[in-house]
């Protein structure tokens, strides 16, 4: 089992930056990727960015330019620098961790517990 601790988010004005931080922890062997996705109300959870093990990095086209995702393997922590802050994107965001618990386990899924953003002047 892994357990996800999210922290960084609040209350920010448009133009404004937040710095979230997900910190993994528990049978960890590996792991494999690391990003975040977020959800509005009435809207479906959507991918913001996602981290390889070799750097590699995925970004949602409404984030481009904006965001940056990076990780700290030494502590398992991913960070999502969040600058010129716009007010669509409040929304909880939430931390995902795919890793295997073993040199002969499956890959799983690991959720954050949600970290709320909200950008309004």
């Known amino acids: 089992q892994v357990h996800l601790v999210e922290s960084g988010g609040g209350l920010v004005q448009p133009g404004g930056s937040l710095r979230l931080s997900c910190a993994a922890s528990?049978?960890?062997?590996?792991?494999?990727?690391m990003g975040w996705y977020r959800q509005a109300p009435g809207k479906q959870r959507e991918l913001v960015a996602t981290?390889?093990?070799?750097?590699?990095?995925n970004y949602a086209d409404a984030v481009k330019g904006r965001f940056t995702i990076s990780r700290d393997n030494a502590k398992n922590t991913t960070y999502l620098q969040m600058n010129s802050l716009k007010p669509e994107d409040t929304a909880v965001y939430y931390c995902?961790?795919?890793?295997?618990?073993?040199?002969?386990?499956?890959?799983?899924?690991?959720w954050g517990q949600g970290t709320q953003v909200t950008v309004s002047s």
């Open positions: 995902k961790v795919v890793s295997s618990e073993s040199t002969w386990d499956r890959f799983r899924t690991y």
């Open positions: 528990g049978s960890i062997f590996r792991i494999y990727s």
């Open positions: 981290i390889g093990n070799g750097g590699t990095t």
